[in-house]
């Protein structure tokens, strides 16, 4: 007696449908009720969720991040990030609960994103203009500067004045 199924045994419609990607409405549903339920990726920095790590004083955030931004932290916070801060914390003050709050501008590209300015509207100077920047959790960490770029990217390949023999000729009216 030869196993079922290699003997060329025909399976069921719904298997066939399936085998096709053809689903039946309760298939359907099933996926739906799938998604509804499907939880979101929780934030967490270094292990520590976005709630707790609102919570930490300076001392603690210390013991997460790096070392170039431990050995900052541990030299003080000067006067000007603390005004920047001061400000930040207005701006959201002053706002609505859903609202996003008034951005402000800031030439301080070295200053280090720390957790209490999380959802707030920064203008970080490039050199030109403000570039607006809105603080998320996974910038914690980070320079506000990295979000504003200060420099035109090179585009490669395409010629200008100058570059050839043949513009030479190019009249400069």
Known sequence: P???HLSGARKGPSAQ???RGIFTMADANK???LRKKRQFKKFAFRGVDLDRLMDLTNEELMGLVH???RRRFSRGI???PKALLKKLK???ERCGPLDKPAPVKTHLRNMIVVPDMIGSLVGVYNGK??????VKPEMVGHYLGEFSISYMPVRHGRPGIGST???RFIPLK
């Open 129 to 134: 203009v403000f570039n607006l920047v809105e």
């Open 90 to 92: 207005l701006a959201k």
């Open 17 to 19: 449908h399936r085998q």
């Open 67 to 69: 070392s170039r931004v």
């Open 2 to 4: 030869r196993p079922t």
């Open 31 to 33: 996926i739906a009720e």
């Open 165 to 167: 023999n043949s513009s």
């Open 78 to 80: 000067r006067r000007k």
